[in-house]
């Protein structure tokens, strides 16, 4: 009889057909919505014996309804949508796939910025109306930003923040980080980084960007008097997730001109309604979540089944999470 697991998501179509793809012989894998009911959802893990999730949400009531659940092996790196008390009280085992998309999730951050400082939308926008050069401020190249040379604030260290600072240093930046805990004195020489607290951080970088998870800590961490404490000229990048800085200041930073920008790949709601700011302020650059790509998707799901077949096989998970 085949092991049977169940997908559990809120992504978009292309990413369900590359996990119901990647099921290996000796699995039957089912789907169902992370919005679906509670109903829905006890009905479809009745049997499942591992669950593979991105982005999924599961009450309590679901995952007691679950007896033969052995593993939750999420399809990212984030799990923020799970509560972690409650799968310590039912014993339920949590792995990620912490690292796998590191590298092109720094790529992203680094296109954030560079698009940001360039002014890359309005620079395009300008030559599709059919202006070019010197037409319009957008499209001045003397009113852009350089990145050669600029301090880089990179708020958390983990692999996508390690993934960044090796690509940041390749344009002559200065690196600066704030981690807890502090990274020790081999990773600063390693990757070139200073060690700072975060007000340093944020009051010295000409670019923040945040690599942290989300969780009661991190929530909001970039708040009011964060963004107040950034030079006028700093930009700020979020490629971690949206609820990490109070969307309502920053919205009001950005209004008053108090920081330049912001390249966002994450929003506190997502996606943000029709009349959230964000969507259309000029210095503001917003992409739908999309840090990953399809080619990494594949690299995960390989993943997820090598963790899924290993727990058969009587093995720990990698990437376990200590809950």
Same mark, same amino acid.
């Given at each position: ?101 590191? %590298? /092109? +999730?720094? *790529? ?5 910025? #560079?698009?940001?400082?360039?002014? $890359? ?121 949206? %609820? /990490? +800085?109070? *969307? ?5 930073? #950005?209004?008053?001109?108090?920081? $330049? ?63």
């Amino acid at each position: 009889m085949k092991t049977r697991a169940v997908f559990m998501h809120m992504a978009p179509g292309s990413i369900e057909d590359i996990a119901l793809a990647s099921t290996p012989d000796g699995f039957t894998m089912s789907k169902i919505r992370s919005q679906a009911s509670d109903d829905e959802k006890i009905e479809a893990l009745a049997d499942a014996e591992f669950l593979l999730g991105f982005g999924p949400i599961l009450s309590e009531a679901v995952l007691g309804a679950a007896p033969k659940l052995k593993l939750i092996q999420l399809a990212s790196a984030g799990y923020d949508t799970l509560d972690l008390d409650v799968l310590r009280k039912l014993g339920i085992p949590l792995a990620t796939s912490t690292g796998i998309n590191a %590298a /092109v +999730v720094a *790529e992203h951050t680094v296109l954030l910025i #560079l698009a940001l400082l360039r002014k $890359l939308p309005q620079a395009t926008a300008r030559v599709a109306e059919g202006g070019w050069v010197m037409d319009s401020p957008a499209s001045d190249p003397f009113t852009y930003h350089d990145l050669v040379d600029k301090k880089i604030g990179i708020v958390g260290f983990g692999n996508i923040a390690q993934q960044a600072a090796k690509r940041l240093r390749g344009f002559d930046c200065h690196l600066q980080v704030y981690n807890r805990p502090k990274i020790n004195d081999k990773q600063q020489r390693e990757f070139g980084v200073t060690q700072v607290e975060l007000q340093e951080l944020m009051e010295t970088s000409d670019v923040v960007t945040l690599h942290v998870p989300l969780t009661s800590d991190t929530e909001n961490m970039i708040g009011r008097a964060q963004l107040a404490s950034m030079k006028s000229s700093a930009v700020l990048i979020n490629t971690a997730r949206g %609820a /990490v +800085v109070d *969307e309502s200041a920053l919205i009001e930073a #950005l209004q008053e001109g108090e920081i $330049l920008g912001a390249g966002l790949d994450a929003t506190t709601e997502e996606p943000p309604a029709s009349d959230n700011p964000l969507r259309t302020m000029e210095n503001v650059i917003l992409t739908p979540h999309v840090g990953g790509s399809l080619e990494t998707m594949r690299r995960v799901f390989e993943h997820c089944w090598q963790n899924i077949q290993g727990v058969l096989d009587g093995r720990e998970p990698r990437n376990l999470v200590d809950n």
